[in-house]
């Protein structure tokens, strides 16, 4: 590991360092191991445009989807096949990892169908699918914080599976999440699970909430509103992670913290900065707090190590000034509801598109190698 990097400081201050991006080729080339050894990466997660994204890059997937041909494998089970081969072979080079932290980072994650979304039967049918296919301790099978997948959550954890939280933007929605997920472990300890086995995070998207409050604050176009451009997103997180304090020093978490369970950390994700004129590491080193992950393509990662500047905790006692920038959007009309609404929305949509991507990229392929 690295001990004088920027990647290194901020692993010090307490940020788990987590690259948000899989392939087949990023294995097998021994780029993954490199990440690991010198960027401080203890952990991965993935979804439906990262692995649209793997296949459409193609080459190294050709002999699997000749075997799945040959198998004659369908297209939605050559994507589960081969996507959870991924994934384990990810969590095996983050054992090491895994077992060093007992379990605190080596983390692997593989998200849910998007479709499933609205359908909490389906999405705990499919966690426990990707949760046994993986097979290792240190995945994670990502759940939409939608209404529906809040139940799924719940039964998913209550099932001693290991869950990631995704596709949160509300401090309203993330309470709930915490909710769902401590009624999960309390489930779980009723069942006699062992809850030190069973790890969460709870993904709070970052990036894309500043995309589209600043769309709105130069529509609006005053000097109180451009004022407030490439605020909110920062302020959000900081909010939750305020809230993240709160849920976890109540009684009803201390008890189940006292029978084994762990705290669900949270997770900056949209990390990388889609304008350009901002910091290119904003929000990396504007979030930096002690327990949390921060998940980061690959070009996010690179600028932290190569000139991100970690000032250490960046985020509590900063409550007061984060609560005022919302206030102030409020103010010159900035519906903050039905911003996280839309981004909910648009979020499932995406990964909806990418899921559809994919399918095709597949079904080409395996009718190529037949």
Do not use: C
Request: zero cysteines; aromatic letters at 6%; charged letters at 25%.
């Amino acid at each position: 590991m690295s001990t004088d990097t920027p990647t290194a400081a901020l692993s010090q201050a307490g940020v788990s360092i987590w690259l948000d991006d899989l392939s087949r080729k990023r294995i097998t080339t021994g780029e993954l191991e490199r990440l690991i050894a010198e960027r401080d990466v203890v952990g991965v997660t993935t979804n439906p445009t990262i692995f649209a994204n793997a296949f459409a890059d193609g080459e190294s997937y050709t002999a699997a989807l000749h075997d799945l041909a040959a198998e004659g494998a369908d297209v939605e089970h050559a994507i589960f096949e081969i996507t959870t081969h991924d994934v384990r072979d990810a969590a095996d080079h983050l054992r090491e990892v895994y077992d060093r932290t007992d379990g605190y980072d080596g983390r692997v994650s593989i998200e849910v169908q998007p479709g499933l979304a609205h359908d909490t039967e389906g999405t705990v049918a499919e966690a426990h699918a990707l949760w046994d296919k993986v097979a290792r301790p240190n995945a994670m099978v990502k759940i939409p914080a939608t209404v529906e997948g809040l139940d799924a959550i719940t039964a998913a954890i209550g099932a001693g599976i290991s869950i990631n939280v995704t596709l949160i933007f509300s401090l309203d929605r993330y309470r709930q999440v915490i909710d769902a997920y401590l009624a999960g472990l309390e489930q779980a300890k009723a069942a006699g699970i062992d809850l030190s086995t069973i790890h969460s995070v709870a993904s709070f998207f970052v990036s894309r909430v500043d995309t589209e409050i600043d769309k709105r604050l130069t529509a609006i176009g005053t000097d109180e509103a451009l004022a407030l451009k490439s605020k909110a997103g920062v302020a959000n997180a900081q909010l939750a992670y305020q809230l993240y304090q709160e849920a976890f020093a109540t009684e009803r978490a201390a008890a189940l913290l006292a029978a084994g369970g762990k705290r669900q950390r949270p997770l900056w994700a949209s990390t990388g900065v889609k304008d350009p004129a901002l910091p290119d590491t904003l929000y990396v080193t504007e979030l930096v707090a002690p327990g949390v992950v921060n998940t980061m393509p690959e070009k996010t990662l690179e600028a932290t190590f190569d000139h991100g500047e970690i000032r250490g905790d960046t985020v509590t006692g900063s409550y007061a000034e984060a609560g005022a920038v919302l206030d102030a959007l409020a103010a010159v009309g900035v519906d903050y509801d039905d911003v996280t609404a839309v981004l909910e929305r648009e979020g499932v949509e995406k990964f909806s598109v990418s899921w559809n991507e994919l399918l095709e990229t597949v079904r080409t392929a395996l009718e190529a190698a037949r």
